[in-house]
């Protein structure tokens, strides 16, 4: 299986502060990468696919980078809506895997 | 709009099957090359894939579970579904059905709301 390891579990942040999470894939994935939000007791939310394409809808200040086994997410400034937690998911190859999540709080 | 809502038992017993159920609306379970899957969510943790099933029928799932699970398809009630044999309490859970989008590349795109499922005595 492929482990998607994401950094760092857990940051604070201020409204309209940039904020970059990082997702490691254990080999390499390409650019099969896709990122979620996810608010308590929510299902996640589909962002970004293929590495750096937002999902239809999703605002502009998320942004993604990265192929091979690294690869980043940024919010070029946060917004009261965004504090949540952040999974990254490979699918380059089944089983499908995600990272443990990134949970971004309020500062 | 693609909508998913799961149903089922919200608690079930130890080494009996979790039975749970994903209605669609909004798009068909039939239609070329759809993907349908299941993902589900402990309290507090991460989120873990259970498996998939293509409108032809064919499954693909978790080596971790595989040989407890089942996804079929209900192409009559647009539904699909999972079963999974011989529970224990580490399979308490939040369970998801989404659909497997695809642009070139796969990626879940709609989410059910998730139905939280007990394994208790």
């Known amino acids: 299986d492929i482990q998607m390891t994401q950094s760092p579990s857990s940051l604070s942040a201020s409204v309209g502060d940039r904020v970059t999470i990082t997702c490691r894939a254990s080999q390499s994935i390409s650019i099969y990468l896709n990122w979620y939000q996810q608010k308590p007791g929510k299902a996640p939310k589909f962002l970004i696919y293929a590495a750096s394409r937002l999902q239809s809808g999703v605002p502009s200040r998320f942004s993604g980078s990265g192929s091979g086994t690294d690869f980043t997410l940024t919010i070029s400034s946060v917004q009261p809506e965004d504090f949540a937690t952040y999974y990254c998911q490979q699918s380059d190859s089944t089983p499908y895997t995600f990272g443990q999540g990134t949970r971004l709080q309020i500062k | 709009q693609v909508q998913l809502q799961e149903s089922g038992p919200g608690l079930v017993k130890p080494s009996e099957t979790l039975s749970l159920t994903c209605t669609v609306s909004g798009a068909s379970v039939s239609i070329g090359n759809s993907y349908w899957t299941w993902i589900r969510q402990p309290p507090g943790q991460g989120l873990e894939w259970i498996g998939y099933i293509h409108y032809s029928g064919s499954t693909n799932y978790n080596p971790s579970l595989k040989s407890r699970v089942t996804i079929s398809l209900d192409t009559s009630r647009n539904q699909f579904s999972l079963k999974l044999s011989s529970v224990t309490a580490a399979d308490t859970a939040v369970y998801y059905c989404?659909?497997?989008?695809?642009?070139?590349?796969?990626?879940?795109?709609?989410w059910g709301l998730g139905t939280l499922v007990t394994v208790s005595s």
């Open positions: 989404a659909r497997v989008g695809y642009s070139g590349y796969y990626y879940f795109d709609y």
